[in-house]
């Protein structure tokens, strides 16, 4: 918790957009299983222009959500890693899978499954295009 804590506080996310929870990462009560439960949520709407969004990048759209540009098509999944809850905004997309960047934990960005049956899939977003290069996530 205190490395969880650590990490989040001094650093910021490529893209500027705080995690939803940097306010409450100085409570010793709050730990990486609420973190991860509180990126599994998305707003009603949320419309994203990825038109320069590069085929392979990971960038963080909203406090919860983070989407990543394939070779497929667009995937839009939680910000949050379910092992520690690393911040997925600093992860890398490698051979097909989102991975994060403590852990190198793979996850696949179309259905969230990882290799490790002890932990939780990656929540993951349904994506639709309402126009060129803009989609909504829901």
């Known amino acids: ?81 379910t092992h520690e809850g690393s911040d997925l905004a600093f992860g890398y997309y490698q051979d097909g899978r989102v991975r994060c960047a403590w852990h190198h934990l793979p996850f696949d960005p179309r259905s969230g499954k990882q290799p490790c049956q002890s932990l939780k899939s990656l929540h993951v977003f349904p994506v639709k295009s309402v126009g060129r290069a803009v989609y909504k996530i829901s």
Request: aromatic content about 4%.
């Open 1 to 81: 918790e205190a490395r969880l804590r650590h990490r989040l506080r001094w650093r910021r996310a490529p893209d500027g957009i705080e995690p939803e929870a940097h306010g409450h990462l100085s409570d010793a009560s709050h730990d990486a299983e609420k973190l991860v439960a509180e990126a599994s949520h998305v707003p009603e709407e949320l419309l994203v222009d990825v038109s320069d969004l590069p085929v392979g990048v990971i960038r963080a759209v909203s406090p919860s959500v983070c989407v990543l540009r394939t070779e497929q098509g667009l995937c839009a999944f939680a910000r949050y890693c």
